[in-house]
Nanobody
Framework: EVQLVESGGGLVQPGGSLRLSCAAS????????MSWVRQAPGKGPAWVSG????????YYAESAKGRFTISRDNAKNTLYLQMNSLKPEDTAVYYC????????????WGQGTQVTVSS
């Protein structure tokens, strides 16, 4: 059974940082491109960042460039998202998903972790 379990969300002040993790099991993690996707209240899902299966190539939405860093540890079957300089508009449920920007919507998703940026 494929499982993706996100953790690391929480309440943070504007300008703060959080590191999200996604623990994968039930599939060959290192064989999949991976993405982070977020859904803000009242909005549809939005792709945030992606990383190729080997970890050597990373991709970011304009909203994340320069502030977020995606990484992965294939030995630990874990995906990460380091988020710095957080803004209130980053408030959303963050999901990890299998697939790249072009096909994450058809992939496996975790249950999500809430990130709230507020003073």
């Amino acid at each position: 059974e494929v499982q993706l379990v996100e953790s690391g969300g929480g309440l943070v002040q504007p300008g703060g940082s959080l590191r999200l993790s996604c623990a994968a099991s039930g599939f060959t993690f290192g064989s999949y491109d991976m993405s982070w996707v977020r859904q803000a209240p009242g909005k549809g899902p939005a792709w945030v960042s992606g990383i190729n299966r080997g970890g050597g190539s990373t991709y970011y939405a304009e909203s994340a460039k320069g502030r977020f860093t995606i990484s992965r540890d294939n030995a630990k079957n874990t995906l990460y998202l380091q988020m710095n300089s957080l803004k209130p508009e980053d408030t959303a449920v963050y999901y990890c998903a299998t697939g790249s920007y072009s096909d994450y919507a058809r992939g496996y998703w975790g249950q999500g972790t809430q990130v709230t940026v507020s003073s």
